[in-house]
């Protein structure tokens, strides 16, 4: 689990560009992310701030148990894809890292 978890982490950090392949670290890559006090925290509910398009600020709430259901845009460029993502949130994690390059 952990070196998929850091895997996941690092493609999150390094790469530019999304890519849904799961990306294969080296052990030395993965060495230079240490998760602080080696501990992954459990949320209840997600909340998201973001800015509408008249510019006021929003915040909206994901919560696994009453509203699991998200949409996202898509970050595949062939115009065959549809042009965004649905997902359903089963739990809500979140990790503090340190990364040592």
Known sequence: FLPRL?????????????????????DEDRDSLVIVNNLMYEHSVLWVNYTTYDLWHEQDSI???????????????????????????IRIFHVNIHHFS
């Open 6 to 26: 850091k895997d996941h982490l690092l493609g999150c950090i390094l790469k530019d560009k999304f890519d849904s392949e799961l990306q294969d670290f080296s």
């Open 63 to 89: 919560n696994p148990r009453t509203q699991p259901d998200i949409m996202m845009v898509s970050h595949e460029t062939d115009e065959l894809c549809h042009p965004y993502w649905y997902a359903r949130v």
